[in-house]
Nanobody, 114 residues
Framework: QVRLVESGGGLVQAGGSLRLSCASSRRTFSGYAMGWYRQAPGQQRELVAQ???????TYADSVKGRFTISRDNANNTLDLQMNSLKPEDTAVYYC????????WGQGTQVTVSS
């Protein structure tokens, strides 16, 4: 069973930065598009950034220009650099494959104070 582990969240002031990382218990990222999702309290989980198997990124309008997704297939990791954070970015952040998704990990909490 594949386990996804997200890390790097925390409490930061508006305008600050955080870098999230995602690792898998098995070599499962290569060849698949990967994504970072987030879920705020009382809201549905949403996809905020995705990266194709070849490394092409796509972003939700709400994070475009502020977030950068990257992947390291050799090390089976997925990162999300988040800059110019806003209070509305507060959520639990998760990673997963876009297709043939695994069970969700515990996520990492990001809290942005105003």
């Amino acid at each position: 069973q594949v386990r996804l582990v997200e890390s790097g969240g925390g409490l930061v002031q508006a305008g600050g930065s955080l870098r999230l990382s995602c690792a898998s218990s098995r070599r499962t990222f290569s060849g698949y598009a990967m994504g970072w999702y987030r879920q705020a309290p009382g809201q549905q989980r949403e996809l905020v950034a995705q990266i194709s198997s070849g490394g092409t990124p796509t972003y939700a309008d709400s994070v475009k220009g502020r977030f950068t997704i990257s992947r390291d297939n050799a090390n089976n990791t997925l990162d999300l650099q988040m800059n110019s954070l806003k209070p509305e970015d507060t959520a639990v952040y998760y990673c997963n494959r876009l297709s043939f998704a695994f069970s969700w990990g515990q996520g990492t909490q990001v809290t942005v104070s105003s």
